[in-house]
Every structure is written in C-alpha cells, then in structure tokens.
C-alpha cells in the first residue's frame, strides 16, 4: 500500500505515462517537473526550499544541506514535512547562510512581496541562486490566500528590484497545452462535490482523454509564448 501511495504521488508531481489517466493536472505538473530538472544542476550546497509543502522535488537536486520552510499553519504542522516554520515575516536563520534557494508556487501567496524577497535575500550568500517558479494563467487557488499573478515582466522588474540578476526565464506549457489544461482545471473544480468514484472514473475518463487529445494539438499547432501557465526563474544574488 506505501508503495501504490508513493508511485501515486510521483505521477502527481512528475508525471509519466500513468500520469496522464490518473492526473487532472498533468501539463501543469509535467512543465513544472522539466524545468525544474533543468535548472536544478544550477543550484548547490545549502538549499532552503520556502513554502516546501511535500518537498517533492528535493530528490531533483544536489546539495550539502536541504532545508524545507513553510508558513506556521495546522496544515503545515499536520504534514510534519518542514524543518521550520515562520510567521509570514520573518525567516527563522541568521543572515548570509544558504547557497541557494528554491521557491515553488508559493510567490502568489504572498500578500508583501517585497518583505518576501528581502528575507530571501538576506538569508541568501553572495551569489546565491534563487529557483522560483509562479502561476500566470491559473484558477483562484488556496482560497482565501491567492493574491497576485505575475506577468514575466512584472517577476524580471521585481526581482531586480530586490536585488537579483535574471540568469534564466522560461514559461511553461505556452502552447495548445494550457488550454486543455485550463479544461481540465475546470473540471476537476466543479467535480468537488461529487462522491469519490465519481471523481475517480471523470479522472480516468474524460480528463484522461483531454490530456491524451492536448498531447496531439500540442505537436499540430504552433507554440504561442504570450499565453503560457507558469513563470520559471532562475536568478543570482547580486546585492
């Protein structure tokens, strides 16, 4: 049973094959698990993941030290995951102490982003690298503390204006995917309320067709970088 549970995580977060029938947010996940296996040979030593939740892709990254950081919350305490916890403020370490940090879906939770990126900053080396990845096209999530989307434009001016240089930028999913991601998301919305089976057969059914119909238009149609589902940015500590 621990090892279905655990292959069923895995096709929540990386996707394979499988995750396509089991997984209403397969596009998303699986842009989000490439870039981040791209980019994660970039960030070494002491890594501090910030919002960590499940940690789900520590096992993607080399390091001396992997620490997971997420708001003091009963679900945060509950999951039992994190190494520390914080107000919302301020981090729990001393300055100039990580070699790098990782940021995942977290930044449009944030209700102060400058006081956000300031702790990173301060936490980070000189140098340091900062992986952070945030929604631009997506549903309200995490209702009632889903506060802001990010334009790639407006993540380069904010970032720098805290302090990094933007090393890399990529989007995800900027092609037909994110529109049969978007159904899906939809889908998987209005389906709350069903009984479990219900739920559990619409995702092996119609979703799974959705992903399998998107797969085929994502390689007919032409790529589009206007429209895309995530931000990815890998940024350097310059001040």
Not at 16 to 36: D, Q
Not at 100 to 108: D, F, G, I
Not at 146 to 155: A, C, E, I, K, P
Not at 224 to 232: G, S
Request: with cysteine.
């Amino acid at each position: 049973m621990n090892l279905l549970r655990s292959y069923y995580f895995r096709q929540m977060y990386t996707p394979g094959l499988l995750g396509i029938f089991v997984n209403p947010f397969y596009f998303a996940r699986l842009g989000l698990y490439h870039a981040m296996k791209e980019l994660s040979p970039k960030l070494r030593g002491a890594i501090l993941d910030v919002g960590c939740g499940t940690k789900p892709y520590k096992q993607l990254f080399k390091f001396s030290a992997y620490t997971g950081l997420d708001i003091d919350s009963a679900c945060s305490r509950a999951r039992g995951v994190a190494d520390y916890l914080y107000d919302g403020k301020q981090f729990p370490f001393d300055g100039v102490c990580f070699d790098a940090v990782l940021c995942n879906q977290v930044l449009e939770h944030v209700i102060n982003p400058d006081e956000f990126l300031e702790q990173i900053n301060r936490v980070l080396k000189p140098h340091g690298r900062l992986l952070l990845t945030v929604p631009f096209v997506w549903d309200e999530h995490e209702q009632p503390y889903d506060f802001r989307r990010y334009s790639s434009f407006g993540l380069f001016a904010l970032l720098e204006a805290h302090g990094f240089k933007i090393i890399v930028q990529k989007k995800t999913c900027a092609d037909a995917s994110v529109l049969f991601q978007l159904i899906n998301a939809f889908l998987f919305k209005i389906s709350q309320s069903l009984p479990k089976i219900c739920k559990v057969l619409l995702t092996f059914t119609v979703m799974a067709l959705i992903n399998l119909i998107g797969i085929f238009f994502c390689r007919l149609l032409p790529a589009n970088p206007d429209l895309f589902l995530d931000n990815i940015v890998l940024a350097e500590k310059i001040s």
